[in-house]
Every structure is written in structure tokens, then in C-alpha cells.
């Protein structure tokens, strides 16, 4: 009997939505799972966050620089971030999280821990992350909105230099 899914000879059914490199779900979980929490955060009248966490100067490293950059960038995020948090494989270099009943400071403090360990840890690993934050209702009230939000808020992160935190704008009144 052929095995099936991680490990195995044959691939299994959730391979295909997990990345080969860090071994997190891939964007399309991460646009399910945005929709159904954000519906999920609106029911309960709770917040949530995203944060987008991207590895610096990721487009000059070499594809095996790439790849460990990934893995080590993959697994500090989400041995700092809280279990009850998903974290997420975007695209290269850049991963993202869902933080449930986080408001937008607790997203930063959050992020800002993960700042703080990867910069502890960047004299042995050589990377560093930009980071945006957006969190529901503060900064958007729609799921594909507060994802733009926080790639909006990681875009003016990466502009201003490596590990940096930016928070997307409040919504207006």
C-alpha cells in the first residue's frame, strides 16, 4: 500500500497546499482562511489582524540563500507567534499571519516580538524582516481589504529600510 501525504512515495492531498521550502500552508489557504476568520471575528464582534512578515534584500539572495532564508524565516515566526496563530507562505520571501481576537496593538506587539527575536538571532542567520500590520475593524472591514492594507503597510516597511514595522492606516471616520 503506497504511503500518501508528507514523507511519502505518492503525494498526498494536502501536499499541494503546502509550500516544498518552509512547509507552511500556501496563499491559497491563506485567502480561505482570511475570509472565513475575518466572517467568523465580524459574527463574534472581535478583532483581527494580519501581518505580513518579508525576508530583507530576499531578490539579491542566491536560490539555496533563498531557500534557508524561507525555512529560518518560517520557523521563527511561527515558534514566536502565539499556537492559536496561522502563519502562511505568500509568496518568495514573504509570509503572513493571522492573529484571531488580536486588535491592531496586540498585532504590533506581537510582530515587534518577532522583530526583536530574528534581529537577536540576525548576527548567526544573516536575515532580518520588514513587517506590516492591518487588523480588523480599525484598518479595513473587509477581508481582501485589510489583506492590501497590510501588504500596503509592508511595501512603506520595506521603502524605509530592513526590519522595519508599519502599520497600515486607520480607516477613516
Not at 483581527?48 to 518579508?54: D, I, K, N, R
Not at 531557500?67 to 529560518?72: E, G, H, K, N
Not at 496561522?86 to 522583530?115: K, Q, S
Request: aromatic fraction near 6%; proline fraction near 5%.
Amino acid at each position: 500500500m503506497a504511503r500518501h501525504g508528507a514523507g511519502g512515495s505518492t503525494p498526498g492531498v494536502f501536499d499541494s497546499v503546502l509550500d516544498p521550502v518552509t512547509g507552511l500552508p500556501d496563499v491559497r489557504v491563506f485567502a480561505i482562511l482570511l475570509d472565513r476568520k475575518l466572517a467568523l471575528a465580524r459574527r463574534a464582534l472581535q478583532p483581527l489582524s494580519v501581518v505580513f512578515f518579508e525576508v530583507d534584500g530576499f531578490e539579491e539572495l542566491s536560490s539555496t540563500q533563498a531557500r534557508v532564508a524561507q525555512r529560518l524565516a518560517a520557523r521563527l515566526v511561527r515558534g514566536t507567534l502565539r499556537e492559536s496563530d496561522t502563519v502562511c507562505h505568500c509568496t518568495d520571501g514573504i509570509l503572513a499571519a493571522v492573529l484571531d481576537d488580536t486588535p491592531h496593538g496586540g498585532a504590533v506587539w506581537a510582530a515587534d516580538r518577532v522583530r526583536r527575536e530574528v534581529a537577536a538571532r540576525s548576527y548567526h542567520t544573516g536575515i532580518t524582516l520588514s513587517m506590516g500590520v492591518a487588523s480588523y475593524p480599525t484598518h479595513a472591514l473587509e477581508a481582501s481589504d485589510l489583506r492590501d492594507r497590510a501588504y500596503a503597510a509592508l511595501f512603506v516597511a520595506r521603502s524605509l529600510g530592513p526590519s522595519r514595522l508599519e502599520v497600515a492606516e486607520p480607516l477613516p471616520h
